[in-house]
């Protein structure tokens, strides 16, 4: 019986193990992630990788572990400065609802009360326009003829938008926007539910020159504080029953 040629046999076998698990990336990254110790016994090709760089050419391992390390690090800084400037920005309209809501409840009127809203709106926060729509049997002469209400009929547009809603954010039709402000609205708009005690009083309009201000992805937190505090107070104030 004739002996095989054991540096043959050796040939013949790696032959199919090349052909049967070809050197693709999945192969070597998991042969890499099951021998952690693989670079620890081949020190001197860590020390002699070099990769492809589209900026430098060619760096070493250390060389981009490193740069990654600092653009997850610019990453990082990137995100907390953004939180930090909306945490910012959360804490100026914190303080701007506080002193809204201190002269909304000193408000001795209506008219005192819309004109507080009016001001708060298109001032402080710099917004296009603030429009409130009551229901025809709240309104008297004195609150009917304030520059804040609006005069057309708006119930179709609250039954559109407020029927299952408390809010509104978007772009709204032509055709409501004159309705509600008079006029063409470029920008975007919220429209409020006013109710208190379950009784519905009406809306409040508020358009933004931005497109993208008011977002149906807003957090409603204050905005639903200042909703219950102002329709408890247009409430108090028109004496609804």
């Known amino acids: 019986m004739n002996k095989k040629d054991p540096n043959k046999m050796n040939e013949i076998q790696e032959s199919i193990n090349r052909d049967e698990i070809p050197l693709e990336d999945e192969v070597i990254v998991t042969f890499l992630q099951d021998n952690p110790e693989f670079f620890q016994r081949n020190e001197a090709l860590v020390a002699n990788l070099r990769?492809?760089?589209?900026?430098?050419g060619t760096v070493s391992l250390v060389e981009r572990q490193q740069q990654q390390l600092r653009l997850k690090v610019q990453s990082l800084e990137d995100e907390i400065t953004q939180l930090?400037?909306?945490a910012n920005h959360n804490e100026e309209l914190f303080t701007l609802y506080s002193d809204l809501y201190l002269r909304l409840i000193d408000c001795q009127s209506a008219q005192e009360l819309l004109d507080c809203l009016h001001q708060t709106t298109t001032e402080l926060l710099s917004l296009s326009a603030f429009k409130?729509?009551?229901?025809?049997?709240l309104l008297n002469e004195a609150v009917s003829s304030h520059k804040s209400i609006s005069e057309n009929d708006c119930a179709g547009v609250m039954q559109n938008r407020l029927s299952n809603e408390?809010?509104?954010f978007g772009r709204l039709q032509g055709t409501e926007?004159?309705?509600i402000f008079a006029q063409q609205c470029s920008g975007s708009v919220v429209l409020v539910k006013l109710e208190h005690d379950d009784v519905?009083?009406?809306?409040?309009a508020i358009s933004s020159q931005d497109a993208h201000h008011f977002d149906p992805r807003m957090d409603?937190?204050?905005?639903?504080?200042f909703k219950r505090l102002t329709?408890?107070?247009i409430s108090q104030q028109l004496k609804v029953k």
């Open 51 to 56: 990769l492809a760089d589209k900026q430098r």
């Open 177 to 179: 926007q004159e309705l």
């Open 84 to 86: 930090i400037s909306v």
């Open 231 to 233: 329709a408890k107070l």
């Open 200 to 204: 519905e009083l009406g809306f409040l």
């Open 132 to 137: 409130v729509w009551l229901k025809p049997d």
């Open 220 to 225: 409603t937190l204050l905005l639903s504080q």
């Open 166 to 168: 408390d809010y509104y």
